[in-house]
């Protein structure tokens, strides 16, 4: 296994604080960043400096020596753009180059908002693949798209690999109907970060985010580069949540579900 230190960002933040319990259990050294305090008991040999992604010398400082960067950090839902932009545009440019300075690997958390107004599949006809048309549904979506590219980009002009994960909803369990697709259980995303630290050669490679869900919208991407299959299913919880939709239109139609409505004018 990877012998050099691992940079996580937004640590503090619900995924953070599960992945630090999970990598420092499995033996790793860890380096963990927020811009918030760590509200947790530090695992024994792991570090955290409060740092703001939007400054490029703090960012720099700490990936110096890593060999992976689990980039979790940044704005996390849909927000104004002007809100977005620091963290998740400037941000992640700081991150990428301190990856092309020390050789370091970049896992991008992406989301299923890069791509939030697919339409919903019917049954098994018409999953997406890891390759369909970039579709953001807001600001927050469209910096995930940045962020994506910007991967494909270093990975072309530097080498400096990556791999994009496009999280569905990775929560405790799922809590609604559409979560029955787009549902990751916290198990499997643990086992997929393990992945993408292990892998020999990942190259830019973009992961669909969600467990083994039979409603999933998604199907084809790189997993195989990694040697990732989810183990988890929502079906667990069909019977408790698979009523609970919305009665907004737009929100039911799109894949995105609640971001696409939020300041939504379409008229047609
Ligand atoms: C996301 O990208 C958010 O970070 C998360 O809070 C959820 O809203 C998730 O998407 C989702 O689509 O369920």
Known sequence: SDT??????????????MLTRELSAAGYTLRLTDIMPFPDELPKGTTFVKADLTESLAVVRQAEGCGTILHFGGVSVEKPFEEVAGPNLHGLYHIYEAARMFGA??????????????????????KLDADCAFRPDGYYGLSKVYGELMGRMYWDKHGVENVNIRIGSCFPKPINKRMLAT??????????????????????????????????FWAADHRDRLGW???????????????????????????????CSIEYSRKD
């Not at 050099?4 to 604080?17: E, F, Q, V, Y």
């Not at 667990?236 to 894949?255: F, K, L, M, W």
């Open 105 to 126: 690997r970049v896992v991008f958390a992406s989301s299923n908002h890069s791509i939030g107004f697919h339409e919903r599949p019917q049954g098994n006809q018409g």
């Open 4 to 17: 050099k230190p691992i940079l996580l960002t937004g640590a503090s933040g619900n995924l953070g604080r």
């Open 229 to 259: 299959e989810p183990q988890d299913t929502a079906e667990d919880y069909r019977t408790e949540v698979g009523h609970i939709v919305s009665d907004d239109p737009v929100e039911e139609r799109y894949q995105g579900g609640g971001y």
């Open 183 to 216: 549902w990751l259980s916290y198990a499997d995303l643990a086992r997929l970060i393990t992945r993408t630290i292990e892998a020999e050669k990942v190259g830019h490679c973009v992961v669909w985010g969600a467990s083994k869900n039979p409603d999933s």
